[in-house]
């Protein structure tokens, strides 16, 4: 099934040229009104937070607070419905394209809800939203313009593509151990992510470093100081994107959260 499903993703993307196709072009549609609608989005949270009179406030009726991954659900059950029963021809399977987008857009701001099932949206763990954003935009992005996950090309003796592939997945499990899950999957679509990744410190508390670097020693040492670095830089972008944390977090720190 994944042989197959690789297999389709190679084929449309090899059809033609780049967005010349029905599909592509739904897809660019559906990345940019997914991007559109997470700034909207964020853009509103971030002035009813500041309370600003003349902007809509919370859609509360009944005194409910309806958060707006209701509406984004609704928006992807509606669209992706339509697109697998109907398969309408353009303009159509684009415009399905753009809701399904806009749908997705307001339910990945919310990503953080719906992983912690509490409200975080603006504390310390909120900024996942942010992240699965972005994740979901570089890859969405990659496919559309012609990256397939663990792509062996198609030439060659199928030892050698297999090889390959096993080579490609062998490096994306040492990055992963090491703590970087957002590179080990993004590595399986643009391989030298996944390299330098491998080469590079492990994150201190990860399954890698636990077991191989001794506590004190220089790399447990220098692990901790660029987590210290990449963590500050990491923040100011998602405080620029999606805003700073102004809420305590609900979670005691340890209680499982990811480093990445």
Request: glycine share 12%; proline share 6%; hydrophobic share 50%.
């Amino acid at each position: 099934m994944g042989e197959g499903l690789l297999g389709a993703i190679s084929l449309k993307i090899q059809s033609g040229a780049a967005f010349d196709t029905a599909d592509q072009r739904a897809g660019l549609i559906l990345l940019g009104s997914m991007l559109l609608s997470f700034g909207f989005i964020r853009f509103s949270t971030r002035m009813i937070r500041a309370e600003v009179s003349w902007w809509p406030g919370n859609v509360t009726p009944g005194g409910l607070h309806i958060h707006h991954l209701v509406f984004g659900i609704v928006l992807l059950m509606f669209s992706g419905f339509l697109s697998f029963v109907l398969q309408p021809p353009s303009p159509w399977f684009e415009i399905l394209a753009g809701i399904f987008g806009i749908g997705a857009g307001l339910t990945l701001d919310e990503f953080a809800l719906w992983l912690h099932l509490e409200d975080v949206y603006w504390a310390e763990e909120g900024r996942s939203s942010v992240d699965a954003v972005i994740f979901a935009a570089i890859i969405g992005g990659g496919i559309i313009i012609g990256f397939v996950p663990l792509d062996a090309g198609d030439g060659g003796s199928t030892v050698a593509i297999v090889t390959t592939v096993l080579i490609d997945l062998s490096v994306c499990a040492v990055v992963a151990l090491k703590g970087k899950l957002s590179a080990a999957v993004i590595g399986m679509f643009i391989p030298p992510v996944a390299w330098v990744a491998a080469i590079r410190l492990a994150r201190p508390r990860s399954w890698w470093a636990k077991r191989r670097y001794r506590p004190g020693s220089g790399k447990q040492v220098k692990a901790e100081a660029r987590k210290i670095r990449h963590d500050r830089r990491v923040r100011r972008w998602q405080d620029l994107i999606g805003g700073a944390p102004s809420l305590p977090s609900p979670r005691p720190p340890g209680s499982g959260r990811s480093e990445e």
